[in-house]
DNA sequence: AGGAAAATTTGAACCGGTTCAACAAGTATG
DNA sequence: CATACTTGTTGAACCGGTTCAAATTTTCCT
């Protein structure tokens, strides 16, 4: 008797060799039951399970039908940050919804090291990538054009030369600036993201300049737009590089309420670093908004539940996630440039200054 | 001159031909070049670049190679649940790291409905799957042993004929009730997870019995031994199933205390319930541990921070998905079963009972 | 220069399916 | 009964690479 190999998964010729028939209406059998004669069906089912086949291999599919069914979502920063970062979450959130309706998975694909940034984008068996930018976009950006997929960036401010979805920073971080300065804030400081890969602390106006970090930059300009424009010296304003950790964001503002006349507003580029530095002025029994007021960025859910609740500018963060997986699934070839609106949201963490307070 | 085309994205074999070598060699170039003279690798790379090869095709590799690099995780509910569960994200924090620091890729598949979970289960190219049961386990099980690839299933009690990896939940629970007896606590009531897909509220013991939610059972079961043990007819104390979600939780909760003698003690079968039923108490005036002592179950990191903190039987969670990665990774074709230890972790949301308080 | 060892390159097989033009058998139409 | 459709099946080409034994070229030694 033929002996059947139980040593290798059996494969749909083994199927179909055992059945009788082409390896075409095997196929057929998995994909389009209905075209093939139930006689023939059930003779190549019975061979199938015969010989232990369990239907077609995706990997085998891959090859011929090019759609993988699934997108990537690449970042510079370890895998887990997607779980845990607050703003990275409900992005993720949004993007998880909107691939789940239309049936595709997602893919987590990390590039913490630059080696293996190269491999696992090169690697990844995707329709399209998903690009988290605020960490680093080149390498990204680069390897989603040598893979000459689809691919968006998201929080890459206003490089308008690759596709992306993004907000208007720099009206974001001026109506943050301007509502602070409007209560009669004078004295201000900027809590900033990363302006590149490394460093952190007071951060020269050299390196704002020439940061690749295209959000962290331009939410500083407008800043310092809405300063200068409320009569305030933009220079009066440090702005302090930090890494959303606790270490580095407590270390600016050790520096910054060690100084003469410490500012009695706080612009943050983030809600994150924004309850960060509520926790330091806390510890330093500062009250917020009685002594210091506060303005985060991004607009995560947690920032409506701090104490006090905090003044930030929200993003429509489950609106940007959406439009980035159409953006790849819709794909007709042309580069996708959006740039959506963020609204300045009032809570409680901002309020007059004292000096003012009184004398309204 | 020969006509190169542009339309379809060049190929190894383009490459080759232009550049007069073999395929063979062609494929070298880009993996091992090493050992293909420089001359030749030069001459390759510049026919590469003349029609626009940017390298070789994921696609392609993965049918010789049969590796993927990707495990995936795949689940019942939406995929969203990832990333907004307090207990999911948790565990896919973890399970994240472990795979980034063996850099490979994290796949999503959700299988909330029918006949798409087995469509986005039998086409997922992955290496392998992790599967989470708590919410049905049975079409996850089945898929994933239709496809012959490793997986592990979490969460999925005591069921001994798969491979999984699981807590101790008879002991965890049985923990978390005898630490209310012990107290003095007489009455008590349970907020349990679903016992099935459909139905919430009183739940009977035959519905508790047939459940195939064993994570949800055994909790059950450790919970009534404890009971007995202290002397306590585990029949005094009613089963509640919830959706863990505000609508059945509060529901269980109103229909709890609009009975006689209401209990002063409620066992909890997740933090997430636990925090809702606190929500629930304090919009009743009922405080915690006042008038009613709650233990959780899980030990997410909000559970620490609830005001007063939460009591709870903590998970190794980290642990749970660090060795489901390592199961999927290391597998021998030997099943992997492990079932780990809980600790009851005891904080502010649980005292002895008022009548109780002042009669030590 | 001759011969053996080392370094490269080739070519074909293979990975596991899908697709589609062409063919065959069966059936309704004129 | 010939003709035109249907319906089902086949076989070969193709998807885009990797692999490896065998063939070929180089390099090294004496």
């Known amino acids: 008797m033929a002996s059947i190999k139980t040593e290798k998964s059996a494969t749909l010729a083994d199927v179909a060799r055992v059945a009788g028939v082409s390896k075409g209406t095997a196929s057929n059998v998995f994909n389009r039951p209905g075209i093939v004669r139930e006689e023939v069906r059930e003779r190549v089912l019975k061979a199938a399970a015969t010989i232990g086949y369990h239907g077609p291999d995706p990997k085998g599919r891959l090859l011929s039908a090019g759609k993988v069914n699934a997108i990537g979502v690449a970042t510079m920063q370890p895998l887990a940050t997607f779980f845990t ?8 959130t949004s993007i998880a919804e909107e691939c789940d309706a239309n049936g595709i998975g997602v893919s987590l694909i990390c590039a913490a090291s630059g080696e293996q940034l190269a491999w696992n984008m090169r690697s990844a068996v995707v329709d399209g990538f998903i690009l988290f930018c605020l960490h680093g976009a080149e390498p990204l950006i680069a390897q989603s054009l040598q893979r000459q997929l689809p691919f968006v960036a998201l929080d890459h401010g206003d490089d308008k030369s690759i596709p992306s979805i993004d907000i208007d920073n720099i009206a974001g971080a001026r109506a943050a600036a301007a509502h602070l300065a409007e209560l009669g804030h004078r004295q201000f400081a900027i809590l900033a993201m990363e302006f590149s890969e490394d460093g952190f602390g007071l951060a020269t106006p050299e390196r704002i300049e020439e940061t690749t970090y295209l959000d962290t930059r331009d939410r500083v300009t407008g800043y310092r737009q809405a300063l200068k424009e409320h009569g305030i010296d933009p220079n009066s304003a440090p702005v302090f590089e930090t890494w959303s950790d606790r270490e580095t964001v407590y270390a600016a503002l050790d520096e910054i309420y060690a100084a003469p006349s410490p500012p009695t507003a706080i612009l943050a580029q983030s809600d994150v670093i924004a309850f960060l530095a509520m926790d330091w002025l806390r510890q330093h029994a500062l009250a917020v908004p009685g002594d210091v007021s506060i303005v985060g960025f991004d607009g ?6 701090t104490k006090p609740p905090l003044t930030t500018v929200q993003q429509p963060i489950a609106e940007i996630g959406r439009r980035a997986v159409r953006a790849i699934l819709d794909n007709r070839g042309e ?22 307070a009184t004398t309204p």
Do not use: F, N, Q
Not at 335 to 354: I, K, W
């Open 85 to 92: 970062d607050p703003y990275e979450r409900v992005l993720m």
């Open 300 to 305: 995560v859910p947690e920032s409506a539940k």
């Open 335 to 356: 580069t996708v440039r959006e740039t959506l609106d963020v609204e300045l949201v009032v809570r409680g963490s901002t309020a007059p200054p004292r000096d003012r």
